[in-house]
């Protein structure tokens, strides 16, 4: 199993420019997220999904929109990418959508710089 | 709302020194409790976790302890290691409604010298 895999590793936008980073997991997991990383702020919750088809907001979910259409997939899209968003991304999945118990497994992230 | 405070970093120790990263939380209800370990260009993986009052999470000589009364989840090892070195996030589930949504603490830089 390759677990939990991010394309690209890193990047370089300009304002205004619109992207797409990648997440696919080959587990089967249901639960599938996207957080930031900041400095001093730990990680935050973007978006989640808990099954293909069905996807919600999280805690800081303005400039970014996402889709699940498989199981495997889970894509983040920066419509109109602004400074504010360089960060680094990582997307986890767990088995199920509903238990709060379950291991999160996590990508290696996305280094995102907006200039 | 619900939240995770960790002590501030970094923290410097030598091998074989005893650590302590203390975190406290803040939920309603019932959460579940984590300590995920980022070592240097990699993502986060779950060290250890606990899911109920009293229940004592271990993994790799790290043990960490929930305290509904104290509302805390500090993390030790009695002996560090050189590879010890990364970055610890105390994180909480609240469970109910949450689905596997965590709530993350600040983390905190672990360097440990030879």
């Known amino acids: 199993n390759a677990g939990v895999t991010q394309t690209p590793k890193f990047q370089v936008l300009k304002t205004g420019q619109s992207m797409t980073l990648q997440c696919a997991q080959d587990m089967n997991h249901e639960y599938m997220s996207w957080y930031r990383q900041d400095p001093g702020m730990g990680l935050r919750l973007i978006h989640y999904?808990?099954?293909?088809?069905?996807?919600d907001q999280g805690e800081v979910p303005n400039g970014y929109n996402v889709s699940r259409s498989t199981t495997e997939d889970f894509p983040l899209r920066l419509l109109s990418a602004a400074p504010s968003q360089t960060s680094v991304y990582f997307c986890?999945?767990?088995?199920?959508?509903?238990?709060?118990?379950?291991?999160?497994?996590f990508g290696p992230g996305t280094r995102l710089t907006v200039l | 709302g619900n939240s995770v405070t960790q002590m501030e970093g970094p923290v410097t120790l030598s091998e074989e020194a005893f650590l302590t990263i203390n975190c406290t939380y803040t939920?309603?209800?019932?959460?579940?409790l984590f300590w995920y370990v980022q070592y240097p260009g990699e993502g986060l993986q779950l060290l250890l976790k606990?899911?109920?009052?009293?229940d004592k999470g271990s993994n790799k000589g790290f043990e960490a302890t929930y305290r509904k009364e104290t509302t805390s989840f500090h993390l030790e090892k009695g002996s560090v290691q050189v590879s010890d070195s990364a970055v610890y996030f105390c994180a909480l589930n609240a469970g109910g409604t949450s689905y596997g949504k965590l709530t993350f603490g600040q983390g905190t830089i672990l360097t440990v010298h030879p």
């Open positions: 939920a309603t209800g019932y959460p579940s």
């Open positions: 999904s808990v099954g293909a088809g069905i996807t």
């Open positions: 606990a899911t109920k009052a009293d």
């Open positions: 986890a999945s767990s088995q199920s959508g509903g238990w709060s118990t379950d291991t999160q497994y």
